[in-house]
Every structure is written in structure tokens, then in C-alpha cells.
């Protein structure tokens, strides 16, 4: 999320037209704690990049820190508009702020997700937690599932590469398959970094639970993350096709449903007579062939039951079999 350098409540004003309107569940910030996640050589490293908003690394993670009295501001506007709000707490300090804030769940950012003391920590305190494991190897993440369950029943894993943009060949999507495979009592989600909505909605068709990405209001805007995020219209497709793809998802359960009767009736298969079968007749499967037939006959999926009966009437040549022709 973008702060304006001279105003601000600009990034509340984004947050109500662009992420609540759009159908978000949720806004989620990165609140940090410089002091707390960084160490000071770390924060006085120069930062010459184009996306930099100060000489050193800590003067431009300062310059995009919102302060506690923001983060209340807009919680309370959060509350007003009604979407969730909450931040990746980016260090313990960070963590325990938003604890007190009482947001609904805390996002563990990949960077923290193996750092195992401030895992247990958050969660021991209870909240619900969202877990991304950009930059990890599958050992790690199975420690953190292992170190959090401990604790917490109640948190999300999500599948994520922290490249920023993201080149397709480095999303692996096949990982959201494994975790569910390993970690089948959770719920699995899907950090995007990539450009465009399309690899986020096949996490979704692969039933990611939680998507997470991030929005800006124009891409070609300053800042290391603008180019992989989604402009209003994109998180708006984004939510829309999410919202179509879940209610497509439907049951696991494989059956014939109700809305396929017509279809059935007019084009389902039965079993017909391939030549005159006169009455006493043992069948056998020579005697059948497969079609659309009026009435509806037995289903040919059933052929092979019919064997060794004995047929009770006399059925003409290309007549259905029907279920009353059979003897007992
Ligand atoms: C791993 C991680 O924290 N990733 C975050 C979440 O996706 C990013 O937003 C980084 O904070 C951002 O790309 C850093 O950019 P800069 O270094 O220009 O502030
Ligand atoms: C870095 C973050 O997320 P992810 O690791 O999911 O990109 C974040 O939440 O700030």
C-alpha cells in the first residue's frame, strides 16, 4: 500500500474506494518495527535503488511506516466500512502492537515464517495466523506446520516465491498440492507476486483457501512492488472469478444431479434388443445393443447383471429392454 509524501490519510482513502468496494475480504498492511527487524548496519545500508524513498534502507523503511496512531486510524475507518483489517507483523514487537489492536488474524511474512521463537510466540497468543513461505524449503515448512499446531489449531499456510515481479516458471503452483497432501487439516492458500489475475484464480480452481495479493493504484508508480500488484479493476476481476470459480467448485462427490434429467431424458443410453429376443430366452451380451430408445430402457451400464436371465415377454427387434422384462 502506498503512502503519499506529504499527506498521509491518502492510503485510507485507497483502502476505502479501492479494496473494500472491490469485494475484498480483507486489508492487510506491513507493520514494522525498524529497530526490531533490523539490525542498525542493516538499516544503514545505502539503498540506491530507483524504488527507494531515502539514502539508506532505514531511511526509506521509515518513510513508508505507518505510525501506531495511523494504524488505529485505520482500524477504526476498517471498522467503519466494514472489511477486515490487519497487518504482517514484521517483527515481535510489530506482532505484539497488533495483538493489542486486536486485529482477526496476524500474517507471518515469508521472512519470519522460519524464525521459529517469534512463531511460537504468535502462536501462543491465539489469533489466527496466515503463514507464507516464500524464500523456505519443504523441511522448514513442515517445522513451522509442526511448531505452530502445537500451539494454535487454528492458522493457514500459504504457498508463495518472493520474487517480485514474479516470472511464471518460478510460481510452482504443484506446491499448493503438496501442502494440502501433507497438511490435510488445514486450510491451504496462495501468495502472488506474479503480474495479472489468471495464476492467482488457478490457486483457487486448486482450492486455495486465502489469496493474498497486493494493490496499488497504479503500477508504473515507485516502489519495489507496484509492478507485481493488481490496479483496482484486476482485484475486482480477481474477486469476481474467485467468487464464480468457489461456487463451481461444488462437491467431490461424483452423481447424476437433478438439473441433468433433461438431458438424460432426451439423450441417455439403454439397452436395446439387437434382434428379436423371444420370451424364455437366457440372455446374453450379444443380444444388446446400446441407444437412445423410447421408452427409456435399462442402463447399459448394467449389461453385464442381465446375463444368464431369463427375459419374460417377447421384445421385437431394436425394442428397449425394460427392467419389467426380466424375470426375478
Ligand atoms: C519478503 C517481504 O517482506 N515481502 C514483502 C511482501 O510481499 C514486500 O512488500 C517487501 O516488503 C518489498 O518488496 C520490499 O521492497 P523495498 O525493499 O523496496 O521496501
Ligand atoms: C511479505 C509478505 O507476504 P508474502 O511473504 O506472502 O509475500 C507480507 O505479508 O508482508
Given amino acids: ?8 490519510t491518502y492510503g485510507i482513502k485507497i483502502f476505502k474506494n479501492e479494496t473494500s468496494d472491490c469485494g475484498a475480504d480483507c486489508a492487510k498492511f506491513q507493520k514494522s518495527d525498524l529497530e526490531h527487524k533490523f539490525n542498525k548496519r542493516a538499516l544503514q545500508r545505502p539503498y540506491n535503488s530507483r ?23 485505520l482500524q477504526k475507518y476498517a471498522k467503519e466500512i466494514g472489511i477486515f483489517f490487519t497487518a504482517s507483523a514484521m517483527d515481535e514487537a510489530s506482532m505484539e502492537f497488533l495483538h493489542e489492536l486486536d486485529v482477526p488474524f496476524i500474517k507471518v511474512a515469508s521472512c519470519d515464517s522460519n524464525n521459529f521463537p517469534y512463531l511460537t510466540k504468535t502462536a501462543k497468543t491465539g489469533r489466527p495466523m496466515v503463514v507464507s513461505t516464500g524464500m523456505q ?17 487454528n492458522f493457514t499456510i500459504l504457498q508463495c516465491t518472493s ?6 516458471k518460478d510460481v510452482h503452483l504443484n506446491v499448493i498440492k503438496t501442502y494440502q497432501t501433507e497438511f490435510p487439516d488445514i486450510p491451504i492458500g496462495y501468495s502472488g507476486h506474479e503480474r495479472g489475475i489468471n495464476i492467482s484464480l488457478a490457486a483457487v480452481a486448486m482450492g486455495a483457501k486465502v489469496i493474498e495479493r497486493h494493490v496499488t ?9 507496484h509492478e507485481a500488484s493488481l490496479e483496482p479493476s484486476e482485484l475486482v476481476e480477481l474477486i469476481r472469478s474467485t467468487r464464480l470459480i468457489e ?6 462427490e461424483k452423481m447424476m444431479l437433478p438439473s441433468e434429467k433433461t438431458c438424460h431424458d432426451k439423450l441417455g443410453k439403454s439397452l436395446v434388443a439387437k ?9 446374453s451380451l450379444d443380444m444388446f445393443n446400446v441407444k437412445v430408445s423410447e421408452p427409456k430402457g435399462i442402463s447399459p451400464e448394467n449389461m453385464d447383471k442381465l446375463v444368464g436371465k431369463k427375459i419374460n415377454v417377447d421384445v421385437a427387434y ?5 427392467d419389467s422384462m426380466i424375470e426375478d
Fill in 1 to 8: 500500500m502506498y503512502k503519499d509524501d506529504k499527506k498521509t
Fill in 51 to 73: 524504488h527507494s524513498w531515502g539514502k539508506t534502507y532505514g531511511e526509506h523503511k521509515q518513510h513508508l511506516e505507518f505510525s501506531h496512531d495511523q494504524y488505529r486510524e
Fill in 137 to 153: 524449503n519443504f523441511d522448514v515448512v513442515r517445522q513451522i506446520y509442526k511448531i505452530i499446531k502445537e500451539h494454535n489449531e
Fill in 163 to 168: 520474487t517480485y515481479p514474479l516470472d511464471l
Fill in 217 to 225: 493504484l497504479d503500477k508504473t508508480w515507485k516502489g519495489n512492488d
Fill in 247 to 252: 461456487m463451481a467448485m461444488g462437491s467431490p
Fill in 275 to 283: 434382434a428379436a429376443i423371444p420370451k424364455g430366452t437366457v440372455l
Fill in 318 to 322: 431394436d425394442d428397449a429392454i425394460l
